[in-house]
């Protein structure tokens, strides 16, 4: 699939200039969440797979598991 019109219309509308020597990368990035995006509409959801309704942040001092 060409990404590259839904590239150019996210750039214009994020304000963002792509250079001839970035746009390789970004269409190699862009191909390469495009697929992961494919391998996780693949998987089947049910109601419990449902995220939680609170978000509760851990802070940098809890990260690593330590007490």
Known sequence: MDHQPYIDAAAATLGLQITPQQRPGVTLFFN??????GLLEGLPLTPADESGAIFVPVGPDRA???A
Do not use: T
């Open 32 to 37: 390469m969440a495009a697929n992961m995006a």
């Open 64 to 66: 690593g598991g330590g």
